[in-house]
């Protein structure tokens, strides 16, 4: 069975930085698109930050300027500067289209999810 594991969440300053990271577990063929959505208590998840095999990124407003997404091959990370208190939220990797093998039919997999706390 695949999983995202995800890692690189923790506690920060305001104004202070963390990088996530993400990858699926054992071997795979490929993931069309993977991102970075996230849900802070008492709200809806939303999306953060995407981004395609072909390179298409997709950032939401909020985190334009501050956030940059990157993929190596079927990893993928979210460098997060400049981060403000309402960055707080439990941040989920997803991957849209992985394909565990070259004819198998493209699902959509989210990981376990990880804290970013960011307050004084």
């Known amino acids: 069975q695949v999983q995202l594991v995800e890692s690189g969440g923790g506690f920060v300053q305001p104004g202070g930085s963390l990088t996530l990271s993400c990858a699926p577990s054992g071997s795979i063929w490929g993931i069309d698109t993977m991102g970075w959505f996230r849900q802070a208590p008492g709200s809806q998840r939303e999306l953060v930050a995407t981004m395609t095999t072909g390179g298409s990124i997709n950032y939401a407003d909020s985190v334009k300027g501050r956030f940059t997404i990157s993929r190596a091959k079927n990893t993928v990370y979210l460098l997060m500067n400049s981060l403000k208190p309402e960055d707080t939220a439990v941040y989920y990797c997803?991957?849209?289209?992985?394909?565990?093998?070259?004819?198998?039919?493209?699902?959509?997999?989210w990981g376990q999810g990880t804290q970013v706390t960011v307050s004084s």
């Open positions: 997803n991957a849209d289209g992985l394909r565990r093998g070259a004819l198998d039919r493209p699902q959509l997999y």
